[in-house]
């Protein structure tokens, strides 16, 4: 038995006005053929399948097609998307006869001129191997689903937790399913259910947040015997392309008329909950910093959901820094930046000596530059390891790095964007973020998986970026409407979902 198995994994924000480039692959990771397994076969989804396939068919060969890693930015280049669409198809073709293809995916990744990069993906693997061999794939919990994708693959998995720690447990549940489709030889019914909603990252908290009774009701679903995929995907909202919303998902074995009335049912209650999820308290940076200096203990850990690496913004906000900068913080402010030029700056005075340079605003329109004066105190290359919310064993290269230093301010500037969620950024530059008063994690809600255990307190911070949750700042032009929050949706059954939708 033959599994190809692949991977092209990017989340985009459509207001960030960086393009993704080959070159940001190639500083994540690109690898063809065999070193698809050897190289990443131990790294997130593609851990979670290769280990449970191996248990259920233990003498499956897996060809490699290639894989494609970046982190999340803004639309992929033109000519950097035909490249990978020729790569897969030209893999696909050498590879040969293959029983199945399993396919590790984001699910909210668009191009300059394609705003469904994961659809065609989808639908030019299905070409290529025909009606009758079975594609299978793994989804972020944050994938705008599309007819295109729903129709391409036989089974599509999702992740069930937000912060994303269940990677490997999703791509388990698609070796099952492929596992059923080629013992089976039969073809599954999908339901889908199209929800004309985007809402607050801030509140997609599926363990203790609004929508967590709903994934509770998704694992039960997926114990029964007939179910082969139960999704519940929120949307990346930062994604100004048609179709998006949050989509419910059903894939049954037999098809039965009964599940007809679950998924309405679910579909229904999470269409109840759009109020209640855009209910966000957020503080402006002046307030952020007199909130965290009340706090008994240390740190306080600002969520700056609005610049949030995790979520496609640029990284190089400066709302925050200025704020710091007016006043002494007692026990420190440690943040991080991404910006090439501040690192060259960086570089060019040397460790130990005077840095004074403009720093971060000039990635995209949100915030100015702010002039930073102080010392280097250390200069490093930023590799370290991820593990724990979004992957597990992933190699992160966020180039040259540098340690910056103004009176209380301390500063990771970095070449590359990269998991503004994760407290190993810091220690990656030696600095332990449980030292300091005020940490900065560039996230909306993922950074809670890592810093929760030992944060004295969380706040979330109100300032403008390509991923805040100020809609009305923030120009779409190519979502359906109507579409809540711009517009007053009385009901889900809306002309544009009930084409969106399947089953």
Known sequence: MRIAVGQCWQETNTFNPQVTRWSDFEAMGIAYGDEVVERYGQTGELSGFLEEFRKLQPQAEYPGLARFGCWPSGSIEAGTWKRIKETFVERLQAVGKVDGVYLTLHGALCAEDDPDVTGTLLKLTRDVVGPDIPVVGSLDLHANITLQMMQSADVLSGYHTSPHVDGPQTAARAARALNWLLSSGKKPTTLVRKLPMITAAESHNTFVGPPAPLYRRLEELERHPDVL?????????????????????????????????????????????????????????????????????????????????????????TSLVIEFLKQPI??????????????????????????????????????????????????????????????????????????????????????????????????CAGLDPRNFKIVVAKSPAGFRADYSPFAADIILADCPGPAAAHWASLKFEQVNRPLFPFDNVASPDVEWCRNASMG
């Open 229 to 317: 995929s139960a999704c519940l995907y929120m949307a990346m909202p930062w994604y100004d392309q048609p179709e998006l919303g949050w989509t419910y998902t059903l894939t049954t074995k037999s098809g039965s008329p009964e599940w007809q009335k679950v998924i309405d049912d679910i579909a229904k209650d999470a269409w109840n909950l759009r109020h209640v999820m855009e209910d966000v308290e957020r503080f402006a940076p002046d307030k952020v910093v007199a909130r965290a200096l009340t706090v008994s203990g240390k740190p306080v850990v600002v969520g700056d959901g609005a610049d949030a690496t995790n979520s496609g913004s640029t990284g190089d906000s």
């Open 330 to 427: 007692p026990g420190g402010a440690l943040s991080f930046m991404i910006d090439r030029n501040a690192v060259a700056a960086a570089y060019a005075a040397g460790e130990g000596n005077t840095f004074d340079a403009q720093i971060g605003g000039r990635l995209a329109a949100y915030s100015p530059p702010v002039r930073f004066q102080g010392r280097v105190e250390k200069l490093l290359d930023m590799k370290w390891i991820l593990s724990g919310h979004i992957c597990n064993n992933l190699p992160i290269d966020m180039g040259r790095g540098a340690v910056v230093r103004s009176g209380d301010v301390t500063l990771v500037l970095c070449e590359r964007s990269g998991p503004g969620s994760s407290p190993k950024l810091y220690e």
